[in-house]
């Protein structure tokens, strides 16, 4: 397997639920190493940039207005296959479809809630890191 990079945030729902630590203790009790990390209050611009490929989606206003609603947590995460890995950690974005033990089933309120994002694919991983992390940084 190769080692890979992907990009976690923790939403501003599981900020606000003060469940920062138990997420990221799921994260490293996964295997998957944090290479970077921040908190931050997205901007709408930041949000919009970062969401950019659902702008013509219906849930793209929502989801601005969520996501900066409050801090969240980004990081860099890597391991062996950490696009995959962290997706499946995570779960189906609706929580009620989500496999137990899995963050958004432990964590999240609804699919719009959902307590996390990670990347859906490698290529998506090397853009949504770089969008919070300069190259410099990591």
Do not use: C, W
Not at 56 to 82: I, K, N, Q, Y
Not at 101 to 113: L, N, P, V
Not at 121 to 133: G, L, R
Request: net charge negative.
């Amino acid at each position: 397997m190769a080692i890979e990079r992907t990009l976690s945030i923790v939403k501003p729902d599981a900020v606000e639920n003060h469940r920062i630590g138990a997420i990221l203790a799921m994260i490293e009790e996964a295997g998957l190493k944090i290479r970077g990390m921040r908190m931050l209050h997205l901007t709408r611009p930041q949000a919009e940039g970062f969401y950019a490929v659902h702008k013509e989606r219906p849930f793209f206003g929502e989801l601005v207005e969520f996501m900066t609603r409050g801090p969240v947590v980004v990081s860099v995460l890597e391991g062996d296959d950490a696009v995959k890995r962290y997706r499946d950690l995570m779960g189906a974005t609706n929580p009620a479809e989500a496999a137990e033990g899995t963050i958004r089933k432990r964590y999240a309120k609804d699919i719009g809630e959902n307590a996390v994002h990670g990347s859906d694919s490698a290529d998506n991983a090397k853009i949504e890191v770089a969008y919070f992390f300069p190259g410099y940084e990591l």
